[in-house]
């Protein structure tokens, strides 16, 4: 497989920002070769990858593919740090679900 140049994938990552007038995400060619590092390892441990029929096997080439057709994103360290916070007020608030399941089993049972 031939891979697109880096200045193709970084105009390709960055088109979103492009649209809302934003700085742009990636501003060099470490950040893709961290980026698709990143997703390949995230291959080679058994992730799904997002391309139905990529052109080459590699776990790399997957990676690369999924970065360029956009179906992998490059988050701002900003929209990283708010996915974060919200996945830990998500885990937060089934932890509290489950609590409060646990408690009215118990309650269930007590009554009985």
Known sequence: ????SYVEL??????DAAEIGEEPVVNSRY???LASARR???IIAGAEPFVANPKCDKPL???VEEL???QVRILSEEEAQQLEESKKVQSE?????????TIEENEI???L
Do not use: L
């Open 109 to 111: 049972i007590e009554n």
């Open 40 to 42: 390949a390892r995230q």
């Open 1 to 4: 497989m031939i891979h697109p």
């Open 31 to 33: 950040s893709i070769v």
């Open 61 to 63: 080439s997957i990676a």
């Open 10 to 15: 970084m105009k390709v990552v960055n088109s």
């Open 68 to 70: 360029y057709n956009g």
């Open 93 to 101: 608030s089934e932890n509290v679900e489950q609590n409060v399941d």
